[in-house]
């Protein structure tokens, strides 16, 4: 570390992984009425290089700081999708574009996009769940060459809860081999598309488990239901890929708290594959 | 061999203290624990304790530490300053079972992929003077979990002869250089060194880590768990549990982020914003510190997190005794 006297101590984030560095929120879109995505960068850009499925600690410096995944690593800026359900997010839908946070990381195992090279991709989201998948799915856009057939099969409780609606309903659609099949819990007047929950609606396409990795984050409830699916649809553990969300507060497998047996979230996880996952303790 | 004498002490701790932050073992407000040593004759060093109320793990990881502090005004914030408690330390009396918890305290900081600055810069020049234990207590059961309570690894041990006068034994550079330091206040003596007493409570934990891995869900956990309050006492007062909160001080436009201890018996722990609770009861908070000190630790670092200093024992308001329960895990049968 080096001599504090002069400094103005931005550059830390390099060196002591629990102090942030300061980016700026660029642009913040509103995703439905409880989740916002906001971009942010450095002076010099992205803080720090990050791939699917890793974490950054997030702070709002008077408020407090929170680990939430990056749901996506643009070139020139990071982009967080945060769902209001306590006082850090609370406090975080309320800031504008201009808005200083800290961020620090990256953390975390971050989703395997080699050893997934090559093969079909089924993706199955619930909720604010499709953030960290997002950070796959966009990559697997951007280098699209290497995968294969691309599912994406999302559902929210209505049709205003759904998240990243421009790209599921606009983008996504457009992008070659790439099916999307979205989802909501109740009908609705102004949804006229499929009705159900999420396990249900990935039984019902019974996607074929040949040659395919199947990446499912969402609530608990729903991971552990849609588990079970892809296993009786023939999915080997293997296959099967999860992202857990735990209470963090370090980041760097020291506070203790994000724990499953003797795994940390934040550092061995938060992506395991079911082989993984069933040696664990089921203490998600 | 060199013997600190009794009416030396004082004089021995001035002059170490002028080049190092030291830590001994001191009653303060009823409670003993390890404070910084000032020569102040209304306070007494709390020699004849056996184990501190309070265990030495402050020294290394502060009940609460100043990890930076920041300015936020409008839209605009920053790190002001970030605290680097570097510095030269000696830590004084510690016995080997605390000792054997820093050790653990070592392995969780400063290795597996991150290596903590804060709790770094506290350990990298703490000088350690250990005291041998002879006369261990009736909860005390280090040697079970593998603790050399009359040789432990540090850089002086200090061996009691009675009279508060201790037995002076260098083993490293560092501990040489302490010697050296005190040359005016050591005196050359034959010794005898004392006596060991036996301890009383022994426990074989021999393979219980591995039978433990097949036993996350037995039913004798709700047992086990029925007595405990989640109070937090064992947390707080374990040497080796180490687990800490973040938070924020903020006043104004200005603030401090700072982390403290925290205890996994509390439902906040792991409650994420939102509701959900992975370890909403007590029995999963309770099998999860129990576990993390005889399994979780050991498959991750390879030792295990208990020491066997017994105060958990002593001050559990509800008398859960992990003597008793690991006989009791040792007992149950496991479903093939």
Known sequence: MHDHGECNCKDHGQTNPLVPTMVKVLKI??????????????????????????????????????????????????????????LLTEALHDIEVGQTLGVRGPYGNGFPVEACKGKDMLFIGGGIGLAPLRSFIKYCFKYRQDYGKIKIIYGARSYDDLCFKQELFEEWPQVPDCEVFVTIDN??????????????????????????????CGPPIMIKFVLQSLEKMG?????????????????????????????????????????????????? | MKVLPSDKIREALNILSGEAEVYVPQMRDDVSGYFIWADNPQVELALDILNTYMSPKNVVLPQTENMYSFSAVGQDANVVEVANPQGQRVIFGIKGCDLKALEALDLAFLTKGYEDEFYKA?????????????????????????????????????????????????????????TSKLQGVLVEQDVKLPQAAELKRKIDITGLSEKLAGMFEHPVWDELSSRCMNC??????????????IQVNTRGEA?????????????????????????????????NRFLHKLQFFNERYGVNLCIGCGRCVILCPNGVNILEVIDKLKEVQVDA
């Open chain 1, 187 to 216: 009908p609705e007047e102004k949804w006229n598309g499929h009705v159900g929950f999420v396990p249900a609606y990935l039984e019902e396409i019974n996607p074929s488990p040949q040659g395919t990795i199947a990446v499912t």
């Open chain 1, 29 to 86: 879109v509103e995703e439905t009425p409880d989740v916002k995505t906001f971009y942010v960068a450095g002076e010099n850009g992205i803080p720090f290089k990050v791939m699917p499925g890793q974490l950054a600690m997030v702070s709002q410096l008077p408020i407090g700081e929170g680990m939430f995944s990056v749901s996506w690593q643009a070139d020139d800026h990071l982009q967080f999708a945060i769902k209001r359900v306590g």
């Open chain 2, 122 to 178: 506290r350990r990298q020049n703490l000088a350690i003077i250990a005291r041998a234990c002879y006369t261990p207590g009736p909860a005390c059961f280090c040697e079970s979990m593998g603790v050399d309570r009359l040789n432990p690894e540090a850089d002086v041990v200090i061996h009691d002869l009675g009279n508060q006068s201790f037995a002076w034994e260098p083993k490293t550079p560092k501990g040489e250089e302490l």
């Open chain 1, 235 to 284: 999915y080997s553990d293997e296959q099967v890929i999860t992202t857990l969300e735990m209470r963090m507060k370090c980041g760097i497998g020291k506070c203790g708290r994000c724990n499953i047996g003797s795994e940390f979230i934040c550092l061995d996880g938060p992506v395991f594959d079911l082989t993984q996952l069933k040696k664990l303790p089921p203490e998600w």
């Open chain 2, 232 to 245: 937090g006492t064992c947390t707080y007062v374990c040497p080796s549990c180490y687990c800490f909160d």
């Open chain 2, 255 to 287: 603030g401090n982020r700072f982390r403290c201890w925290d205890s996994c018996m509390y439902r906040e722990y792991t409650l994420m914003a939102g509701g959900h609770n992975p370890r909403e009861y007590k029995k999963e908070r309770f099998r």
